[in-house]
């Protein structure tokens, strides 16, 4: 049988032709930038994660390179009052009882160098889709690359892993439902050693001020600051250099060593496709599903969607279960990412973006009773570590 075809190289692509890999399928990866991923995008990776990347044999060089961080916290910023999240009341349920704290493009690296040694996938950076066609028994693509004519690839199977502007998902004229936020986040890199100036801070923590609310993520080397801008700041004023100086001296006053690296803005979208399946093309990742970075579980979710997709391509072109076994997967994982991963992404926003002064105290006091409690903390930690929703996923049928 030809090889499964993917269309895209992140983490969602990689770790499916990874999977498919283990389990003797063979793929052509097609990617339409000649090099790995670069960009600061994600920078969580969740235990259930991590446990699926040792199982492809690539979790201990990440782990080695990233921050295990087993504390995290929401935090007032001008008190230092926070609700302190333990991962260890997690201990008996992974492997793992810790998140990590590594760059997406960490990860892309040591996958693509696994997925270039694997005589399984054929990964062809620089090639893009222009156009495809299905029937009954294929999917025919038509692919360009400078390196090459033009051609035509015939699969059983394409997976759709080509991320939230998804070319799949534009020339098969989809509905993305769903809504952006009004609010523009800003991402800003920074080299300055925030832990040395601030007592008891995590290496992730969601932050309320007086004057507003950000988070702070630490990475090897590097802290990822969100910021929004200031109210009647247009987006052009807040991304000036000297804009965001003054919102991190907001943060550690009396301060002027603040070495910015990057400063992106971005919009979040909470999107989500009916389904997954059409015919023979199936959607994964972003081109599936797109929710607020808050709480880390964007990445994470399509690692998983990759994993239990991967599963189920092998019955059909292995086992010769039918093609519904692709419908068994949009079931399980639509269901989840709209119930489980939007929903909760969407509530973690809301709690952050919520500036009544009564309402963030009787919510701070609120986390702090779950996260003193055993039992309290491991039902909560349970599902914002991704453990209870891939639990979930089991159930549907």
């Not at 990964?123 to 400078?146: C, I, P």
């Not at 080397?221 to 200031?230: E, F, Q």
């Amino acid at each position: 049988m030809n090889p499964i075809v993917i269309i895209g190289a992140g983490p969602v692509g990689l770790i499916a032709a990874l999977r498919l890999s283990q389990l003797g399928v063979r793929t052509i990866v097609l990617e339409k930038n000649k090099t790995p991923q670069s960009e600061l995008r994600a920078s969580t990776f969740h235990p259930p994660t991590i446990e699926m990347l040792d199982e492809l044999g690539i979790a201990d060089e990440l782990i080695s390179i990233g921050l295990k961080t087993k504390h995290w916290q929401f935090r007032v910023h001008e008190t230092g009052e926070r609700a302190l999240f333990d991962l260890g009341h997690i201990s008996t349920d992974t492997r793992y009882p810790f998140r990590l704290q590594a760059e997406q493009k960490e990860l892309c690296r040591i996958a693509t160098k696994k997925a270039e040694a694997d005589n399984n996938i054929d990964l062809r950076m620089g090639h893009h889709l222009n156009d495809f066609a299905q029937n009954k028994e294929r999917v025919k693509a038509d692919v360009s690359s400078e390196s090459q004519a033009d051609y035509t690839i015939s699969t059983p199977i394409m997976v759709a892993a080509d991320g939230g502007s998804s070319k799949i998902r534009s020339i098969m004229g989809l509905d993305f439902l769903g809504l952006t936020y009004p609010e523009t986040t800003i991402l800003v890199a920074t080299k300055f050693p925030f832990h040395e100036h601030t007592e008891g801070l995590s290496n992730v923590n969601y932050v309320w001020s007086n004057w507003g609310t950000f988070s702070l993520l630490r990475l090897p080397n590097v802290w990822r600051c969100s910021l929004y801008p200031d109210v009647e700041e247009t987006i052009d004023e807040a991304i000036k250099p000297e804009s965001i100086i003054n919102k991190l001296k907001r943060i550690i006053p009396n301060q002027t060593d603040f070495k910015l690296l990057e400063i992106r803005p971005y919009k979040i979208h909470q999107r989500i496709l009916d389904k997954y399946d059409y015919g023979r093309v199936v959607f994964a990742g972003d081109a599936a599903h797109l929710n607020s970075p808050s709480g880390g579980m964007g990445m994470n979710g399509g690692i998983h969607d990759a994993w239990n997709l991967s599963d189920k391509i092998c019955g059909i072109v292995k086992d010769n279960y039918p093609l519904s076994r692709l419908s068994l997967y949009s079931r399980q994982r639509q269901k989840i990412a709209q119930d489980e991963i939007l929903k909760n992404t969407d509530k973690n926003r809301s709690r952050m973006q919520n500036r009544d002064k009564k309402s963030r105290a009787k919510e701070l006091i609120r986390l702090q009773n779950i996260a003193s409690t055993p039992d309290e903390a491991r039902k909560f930690l349970l599902r914002s570590s991704m453990i209870e929703g891939l639990k979930k996923t089991e159930q549907i049928t």
